[in-house]
């Protein structure tokens, strides 16, 4: 565990740890925008920058952004490679497009040369221009044909507004209402509005909300466009209801990641209401590069790990961290090469980038590849955590294997960033001096429990960066696979309000608790809960494999009062007994009716006893199939529960994900066949949600 205080958005931090040669020079060249100021709210504006460079290079480019009346710049794209052609670099495009206040914004490029330590910086003035005339509201179509930008007048300083809008046709669904923001006269107040059925007619008024009285303003009328014909979109089918329970309508979106294991179609990610009509979309450039969702926001947007050039261009597989709105704007992005430059200016041993080492990697050498699986920004001040892989490579032998070469072992890395996406915390699976005694609870010869593996390009797996013919084990060992972070505050007993981390490792069949404390705790390992871990399961139902296993997406629910959502995958309590190399045989031949099945699981546990139940507040519910990867839990803000079976094989060509609402317990059984009241059926998942509106997203 490292952590290292203060932003140091614009390179200033790393200036500072390495040498400025006196003979290279960075110069910048051009700095433009593709339209010349001003231009309205929701024009979409290109900066380029180009510069030389006395080095050999390469050049990286940083944007930064300061608002109107700010007093500082924000990052939003940082430091990445160029491209070089006569002499002359090029950034990749930074693409904006102005949704929120007008007046004069400041931009600033940052082009540095990492090898020398060299950088310059130049900055732009643009004015953005209100759509407001005559004082009206006013509504803008954005790129998305199913999002629109609508602004409204001016507000009081200290009020509220937020903005309503409704389909116009009989017996409409009721209004959506976007969460309220803070008034800012005398400039406008913008929206973005999100949620449509595609070429419907709307209306969207805005509402302003003072001492506690609500006014509402002029109604404006619009339509949305169609979906466009060049993006494949999927197909969706409302399954009946198992019991005839009605379906509940307080959550009546639900939003899908649809990651495709078995490759075939690829589908943007798409929202639907609970018919399977899609009222939302997201395509990251037309679908050449694939993304995945980890988490939406509050107020609309999401967090996305996406393939694209990072400072590699021969590697583009989950290289970009994004946070986009919900135009598909990005609002910032990070990569993996200046993350790798901020992990070693903290000293990670293993952070590094795998292209420095040598091929073949010599054993104990170690690199950070990809985002994978999870990031979250519900740590407090808008901070970040998001998943890396690492490899690293160990003697012969390790693990059990039986090349005779040395072997390479994926673990993984949780890195925490400041609002900034900067550096400021990580913690390494692999590195003694984060765990303490903790870390002796996570030896590297625990092998994953079902012996997992990776080769290059292996389905389910990280980009693979050192194996090497005949000189490292034909296949990585796929040791963790961690795949869920959970943020807890108010973990470490009373009057401590700091909080700790969560993380699910697939391939362990364990979920981590992890002393984070705010940065400020020690980085070990506080229990590891899971068959064989530091809990026992109370079985008071005498299931013949009480536990989860292989599980994805673990959260604390009812405020971290000891409710844990888990989606059980069971790959283990399916595999047959000889598979298991974790002292934990699985039921395999032996399964009684249902016993296969994926479970959608709620537990309580008392940390004190390293207790696990699903009494008196937890659920066991078999969910009709059995999916072996991805998957989702939560639990509604209406006492349901939301579980996504993600890969269902139908046939030998044939997936499907069932996105399903579940009654809570009672009336159901805590444990058996669950009360369905939704089960909507659609292609593949590697997650889902369910939620009222793409405003208000689950709170885990």
């Not at 002499?87 to 540095?112: L, N, R």
């Amino acid at each position: 565990m490292k952590t290292l205080s203060g932003l140091f958005c614009c390179a200033s931090a790393l200036l500072l740890v390495l040498p400025v040669p006196a003979a290279a020079t960075v110069v910048i060249e051009s700095f433009t925008p593709s339209l010349q100021s001003p231009q309205a709210i929701g024009k979409t504006i290109t900066w380029t920058a180009t510069a030389t460079d006395t080095a050999s290079g390469p050049l990286t480019f940083q944007f930064n952004i300061q608002a109107p009346n700010a007093t500082q710049f924000v990052l939003v794209k940082d430091f990445n490679v160029g491209t070089l052609s006569g002499g002359i670099w090029t950034s990749q495009p930074f693409v904006w497009v102005p949704t929120g206040v007008e007046g004069a914004y400041q931009f600033q490029v940052v082009i540095k040369d990492f090898t020398t330590g060299e950088s310059a910086s130049t900055t732009v003035p643009f004015t953005v221009n209100p759509v407001l005339r005559g004082g009206k509201p006013a509504v803008v179509k954005t790129a998305n044909p199913l999002v629109i930008l609508f602004s409204a007048p001016q507000c009081p300083a200290g009020s509220l507004m937020r903005a309503v809008f409704q389909e116009l046709v009989v017996d409409a669904p009721p209004a959506t209402a976007t969460n309220w923001m803070g008034c800012h006269p005398p400039a406008s107040m913008t929206f973005e509005i999100a949620g449509m059925l595609p070429s419907t007619p709307y209306s969207v008024y805005a509402q302003t909300k003072a001492g506690g009285t609500i006014t509402s303003g002029s109604t404006v009328k619009f339509q949305t466009g169609a979906l466009p014909s060049s993006i494949t979109f999927p197909k969706f089918t409302l399954k009946v209801p198992s019991q005839g329970s009605p379906t509940d309508t307080s959550n009546p979106v639900l939003l899908h990641n649809l990651i495709q294991l078995g490759g075939g179609t690829t589908y943007p990610d798409v929202a639907t209401n609970l018919t399977g009509q899609i009222i939302w979309y997201y395509s990251p450039d037309d679908l050449t590069n694939g993304d995945v969702m980890t988490r939406p926001l509050p107020g609309g947007g999401f967090i996305t790990m996406q393939d694209d050039v990072s400072w590699d261009p021969t590697v583009t597989k989950e290289q970009l961290l994004r946070q986009i709105d919900l135009a598909g704007n990005i609002v910032r992005e990070t990569n993996m090469g200046i993350i790798q430059q901020q992990l070693l200016a903290l000293g990670a041993v293993d952070g590094g980038p795998c292209t420095a080492l040598p091929n073949p990697a010599p054993v104990g050498s170690a690199c950070a590849g990809a985002f994978h699986h999870d990031a979250i920004q519900t740590l407090p001040n808008g901070w970040t955590a998001v998943l890396l892989d690492i490899e690293k490579i160990f003697p012969a032998g390790t693990q059990g294997n039986t090349s005779n070469l040395p072997v390479d072992i994926i673990g993984d890395m949780i890195v925490v960033l400041d609002t900034n996406w900067q550096v400021q915390w990580y913690w390494d699976s692999f590195d003694p001096a984060h765990g303490g005694n903790g870390y002796n609870q996570l030896p590297v010869s625990r092998a994953a429990v079902l012996g997992d593996t990776c080769g290059t390009n292996s389905s389910g797996c990280p980009p693979i960066f050192l194996l090497s013919p005949n000189k490292i084990a034909p296949l990585a060992n796929d040791w963790l696979h961690a795949n869920a972070l959970y943020y807890w505050p108010n973990s470490g007993g009373a009057g401590n309000k700091a909080g700790d981390l969560l993380w699910s490792s697939r391939h362990q069949d364990w979920v981590f608790k992890i002393d984070y404390q705010d940065t400020k705790g020690s980085g070990d390992i506080i229990w590891r809960m899971g068959p064989s871990g530091d809990f026992t399961f109370d079985n008071a139902y005498n299931d013949p494999w009480p536990w989860f296993s292989h599980q994805h997406d673990v959260g604390i629910q009812d405020g971290g009062t000891g409710v844990m959502t888990i989606f059980d995958n069971g790959n283990t309590r399916v595999s047959a007994p000889t598979e298991s190399t974790g002292g934990v045989p699985g039921l395999g031949t032996n399964c009684k009716p249902n016993d296969c099945d994926s479970r959608g699981m709620a537990i309580t546990f008392n940390e004190t006893t390293e207790t696990v139940s699903v009494s008196p507040n937890g659920v066991s519910l078999d969910l009709g199939a059995f999916s072996t990867a991805m998957g989702s839990a939560d639990l509604l803000d209406n006492g349901n529960y939301f579980f996504e079976n993600p890969i269902v094989v139908l046939s030998a060509n044939d997936t499907a994900g069932y996105s399903m609402e579940l009654a809570p317990s009672p009336p159901a059984p805590q444990v058996g066949a669950a009360d369905v009241l939704l089960n909507l059926s659609g292609p593949e998942h590697y997650r889902g949600w369910q939620m009222p509106s793409l405003y208000f997203p689950p709170t885990t």
